[in-house]
């Protein structure tokens, strides 16, 4: 990007067709409802809980770092993090270095063996307490865990496709 506008995703925007398929607001034993739901941005100074947190955490990428929201989806986190058991592999994923103010983040990814690239914002669904709903972080604060989710999320139609 480079503008130093911050980027909000119109393609997988805060709503709650990006989370659940019929905006029923049901997950299994889950019963959060549209307004228990909101929205918080990672790079944003309001939200004190990301303050010097990085992309890949002060330990580096970890098979670790892949932690179940409230929301589970084991096979994508248990998949996430044993390609993370060779770090390079996750950071070829990821076009950015490290966060950013603008919130842009560019994700390689294959379908079918052919590249497609997805671009997603940092901003992530939360319930009451600033918990995600999905992917957590990692102990060493890192967020690439819950940005890898969202790319894959928007990937597949949102977040209980996965």
Known sequence: MGTGEVFSDPYFS?????????????????????????????????????????????????????????????????????????PSRIERVFANEDLNDEGFYQLNLYKLGSPVKIQVDDIFPTTIGSW???????????????ILEKAFAKFYGNYEIL
Request: charged share 25%; glycine share 10%; proline share 2%.
């Open 132 to 146: 995600l709903l999905h992917a957590y972080t990692g102990d060493d604060k890192s967020l690439w865990g819950p």
């Open 14 to 86: 805060e709503d709650e067709m990006s989370v659940w398929t019929d905006a029923r607001g049901e997950f299994g034993d889950l019963s959060a409802t549209l307004e228990d739901t909101f929205y918080l941005r990672a790079t944003t100074a309001g939200w004190t809980t990301f303050h010097g947190w990085s992309l890949y955490g002060s330990e580096g990428i970890e098979l670790t770092d892949m932690k179940i929201g409230k929301i589970p989806n084991d096979y994508i986190i248990s998949a996430a993090a044993t390609v993370a058991e060779v």
